[in-house]
């Protein structure tokens, strides 16, 4: 068994009059890559941003990532950039040629759900990232008890994803880093996914903007992110 990582950050595009470069995704990345690198849980973490985040080489990287895996490795993804209704947004992604250029969330949720490795947590931090799981059923308070196959999306699939004004980051990825950091930790240590996830929602929900993280999956017993 193996955690393994793969951290993704479109924060540049080719097509700059249409998508604005983000500058707080690479802030993102680089603070969750270093959290992962330095956890208690040995990540081992892939890194792809920049120019070589081609809706090619995405792909490429995330069946690779899915596919090449054994069954009890816990897997983690991490995606941040630019989204719209239903596709998200490639350093190479051609305003005129969406359909040919851009990457199908459906088509990564599919990936997800089938890799053989059983349990999976897969974080978006993108508008209108809850397109993913728009037909399935939400649940936003669902107690984690486990085993399984999870997404969680900044936002739901009507709404953007706002920026922190003062952290640098994706509001929803501060919430998310501080979590790592020790604030969603147990008494024991222990940053689990439902205990991550519980802090992200009641800090965003003291924030007073229309930006609802979505949580969708079924687990059976408790999984371990990392621990302090």
């Not at 604005?20 to 941003?49: E, F, G, R």
């Not at 809706?55 to 009890?72: M, P």
């Not at 922190?164 to 020790?182: A, C, D, N, P, V």
């Not at 993280?213 to 992110?225: D, K, Q, R, S, Y």
Request: aromatic share 10%; hydrophobic share 35%; charged share 20%.
């Amino acid at each position: 068994m193996a955690y393994k990582a793969l951290i993704i950050g479109v924060d540049e595009y080719i097509d700059k009059k249409s998508f604005v470069p983000l500058d707080n995704v690479a802030n993102d990345v680089q603070a969750i890559t270093q959290i992962l690198n330095n956890s208690a849980c040995k990540y081992d973490t892939t890194v792809l941003t920049g120019q070589s985040a081609t809706f090619e080489y995405i792909l490429h990287c995330i069946d690779d990532f899915f596919i090449n895996c054994d069954t009890e490795d816990i897997l983690f993804l991490y995606w941040a950039g630019h989204g719209m209704s239903n596709v998200f947004i490639a350093y190479n992604t051609e305003s005129q040629r969406l359909s040919k250029t851009t990457i199908k969330m459906n088509d990564i949720k599919d990936t997800i759900e089938n890799s053989k490795a059983e349990t999976v947590v897969s974080i978006f931090d993108c508008c209108y990232s809850g397109s993913m799981v728009r037909a399935h059923k939400r649940m936003p308070n669902m107690k984690i008890v486990g085993e399984g196959k999870v997404i969680i999306t900044s936002s739901d699939y009507y709404q953007i994803s706002h920026e922190s004004k003062s952290s640098g980051h994706g509001l929803f990825t501060t919430y998310f880093l501080e979590g790592l950091m020790g604030e969603a930790a147990s008494k024991n240590g222990d940053i689990t996914l439902s205990g991550l996830y519980s802090y992200i929602c009641k800090q965003m929900g003291q924030c007073g903007i229309s930006q609802t993280p979505i949580m969708h999956g079924t687990f059976v017993g408790e999984v371990l992110i990392d621990k302090i």
